[in-house]
């Protein structure tokens, strides 16, 4: 079984960082596009960021693109999302996605990732 596994969630002062990480179990998945997406309290879940598979194509919530940025380092399977100067807003479950085919871009729709993590916590305090 693939599994992806998040990390780095925790609480956070408003105007602070975060860096979450996405360690995926299956070195294969380094053929495949990753994203974040995330789900705040009462809401559905939303596109975040996404990255191919090089890591040359990067795709970030318009809205976000000021303050998060994505990145992945294949030598060991892992994503990242840098948070900077989160808001209150920012508090949600985040969680990381493979593409179902690989060598795909990145997508902003859920249907287009086949293996998902559990989730990490991320809470901004005012």
């Known amino acids: 079984q693939v599994l992806l596994v998040e990390s780095g969630g925790g609480l956070v002062q408003a105007g602070g960082s975060l860096r979450l990480a996405c360690v995926a179990s299956?070195?294969?998945?380094?053929?495949?596009?990753r994203a974040w997406f995330r789900r705040a309290p009462g809401e559905s879940r939303e596109f975040v960021a996404g990255?191919?598979?090089?890591?040359?194509?990067?795709y970030v919530a318009d809205y976000l693109r000021n303050r998060f940025t994505i990145s992945r380092d294949n030598a060991v399977n892992t994503v990242y999302l840098q948070m900077d100067n989160v808001i209150p807003d920012d508090t949600a479950i985040y969680y990381c996605?493979?593409?179902?085919?690989?060598?795909?871009?990145?997508?902003?729709?859920?249907?287009?990732?086949?293996?998902w993590g559990q989730g990490t916590q991320v809470t901004v305090s005012r």
């Open positions: 996605a493979s593409h179902k085919f690989p060598g795909r871009g990145p997508s902003g729709n859920t249907w287009d990732y086949s293996v």
């Open positions: 299956d070195p294969t998945l380094k053929n495949y596009a």
């Open positions: 990255i191919d598979r090089s890591g040359d194509g990067i």
